[in-house]
């Protein structure tokens, strides 16, 4: 486990707990989703920006890939230095980065053991969603502070969706109910730990909260905070990223 700086008070703080452990297998860019560029900056230095630009997070903790913590590392520490020199040498918080498991489930897991003892609220972010905006993760933080035990972030099902049996449709399911669920995902402290205290897995956090009895509440996403998995995703990331630079000049 690598520590790149301390918080140093009393006070309560929240915890960001960035998934980055992910292999991308299925974006076929031949190493960890994580180190993947887009426009000659990394997925993660991509979400770093994203969660260092919130000021209530005063922690954030890295789950990396398995052999890639010392690369991990040290991007960070350069994300870190960048955020100072723009901030007037403000340090954006504890930084620690670990090595994740072989599942986000197992990864969450890890990152859990390494969290504050000042931390109350936690959120849990995947790299995959690299260009979330404050907004979201502001919109999560204000339900966990009035009260919400569990709280993600969602967006309207806009195509039709089919429920099939092998290669027959069976039911049209009604998209009026249905949200397409982004993270960051928060969380009060024990509900998370209590959580992941029941070994199971599952696709997200909020999955393994429901499991126990306990209600999640849901605010608006944003069309930014989408997720890259496929190659073609990789082109929507560029293409994004081009229109971000072109509307700063």
């Not at 928060?186 to 956090?205: C, K, M, N, P, W």
Request: hydrophobic residues 45%.
């Amino acid at each position: 486990m690598n520590s790149l700086s301390d918080g140093g008070d009393d006070r309560k703080i929240v915890t960001a707990i960035l998934v980055a452990a992910g292999s991308g297998e299925r974006l076929g860019a031949g190493e960890p989703k994580a180190l993947v560029r887009v426009g000659g900056t990394t997925l993660l230095e991509f979400a770093l920006r994203s969660v260092f630009d919130c000021e209530r997070i005063g922690e954030v903790i890295v789950a990396a890939p398995p052999g890639k913590v010392t690369e991990v590392s040290r991007l960070c520490q350069q994300e870190s230095d960048r955020y100072a020199e723009r901030n007037q040498d403000c340090s954006p918080g504890a930084l620690t980065i670990l090595a994740g498991g072989a599942t986000r489930s197992e990864s969450v897991a890890v990152a859990l053991k390494a969290v504050s003892d000042r931390a109350h609220h936690l959120l849990v972010h995947d790299v995959a969603r690299p260009f979330v905006t404050v907004e979201v993760i502001d919109r999560v933080l204000d339900a966990l502070d009035a009260g919400a035990a569990a709280v993600i972030p969602v967006r309207p099902v806009t195509d039709t969706i089919k429920r099939v049996e092998g290669d027959v449709v069976v039911a049209t399911v009604d998209r009026e109910e249905l949200r397409a669920v982004q993270t960051p995902q928060g969380f009060q402290r024990d509900v998370l730990i209590s959580a992941h205290a029941s070994g199971e897995s599952a696709t997200d956090d909020a999955s393994l909260v429901e499991m126990l009895g306990i209600a999640v509440t849901i605010v608006d996403g944003a069309d930014e905070a989408f997720k890259i998995t496929y190659p073609w995703d990789l082109a929507v990331a560029q293409a994004f990223v081009e229109h971000m630079k072109t509307e700063k000049n």
